[in-house]
Structures are given as C-alpha cells and as structure tokens.
C-alpha cells in the first residue's frame, strides 16, 4: 500500500486531500504544525499527525520517511506581509521538502498553489500563459 504524507494536512484544502487520498485507500499521514491543538489532538480520522513546521528540516525529516507521495500545500497564503514573512515558509519549507523527499527517494512531489499567484487577471479563466499581475507579496 502506497503511503501519502499530506504537509498542511489540516488546512482547508489538505484536509480535503487527506480524504481523498484516504477514500481511494492510500495509507495517509498529516504534517503539520500543532498551534494552539493541545498535544493530545487527534484527527476525527485517526490518521497520524506528524507535528512540526516546515522550516524546520529535522521535523520535515522525520515526517517524509516511509512514505512513497508527498503532496505539499504549505504556504502562508494572504498571511505573510513582507519577504521576510513569506520567504522562509514558501520557498525555504518547500526547498527542506524537496531536499528531504530525494534522500528518502519519495517517488512522488505535487506541489499545490494557486492560480492566486497570477494576482487580478485580465482574462477568465485564467491559464498558466495568463500574464502576472501581483498585489501582493504571495503573488
């Protein structure tokens, strides 16, 4: 059985894959970082949480191994101010998470975004040839 770690596990959209994923009978594990869950928190679930931020290399080490899938949708989307708000989760997360998954030789990355990054388009639907048009510093 393939086994599929989802980081941001318990947000809005990886919570939405976490049952997708766990539906079409992969078995599923949940990065993500605990907040304010108190550490006995479990997913209704039941599926592992492996607790930890993605800018910490060590916590995404210890999430990756054993599993054959990452599905990445980390980011501090509509959250982050300036650069450096916004740097070290999405470009520094996702280079930890990239670097990790090819030491564990994971089979498989999908990196989730957001046709968001292409800030106000002139033209819907937008396509990925639709010109940037950034509003803020996510875009």
Sequence with gaps: MKRVLITGGLGF?????VA????AGFDTRIFSRQGRRPASFVHPSGYPIAWGDIRDREAVDRAVQGVNIVVHTVSNFRQAKTDREAYPINVGGTDNLLEVSA????????????????GNVAQ??????????????YQ
């Design 124 to 137: 819907v639907p937008a396509t990925e040839s639709s010109p940037y048009n950034p509003g803020d510093i």
């Design 20 to 23: 997708e994923f766990a539906s």
């Design 103 to 118: 030491r564990h030789h994971v089979e498989r990355v999908v990196l989730c975004s957001t046709i968001g990054v292409h």
């Design 13 to 17: 959209l990886g919570s939405a894959l």
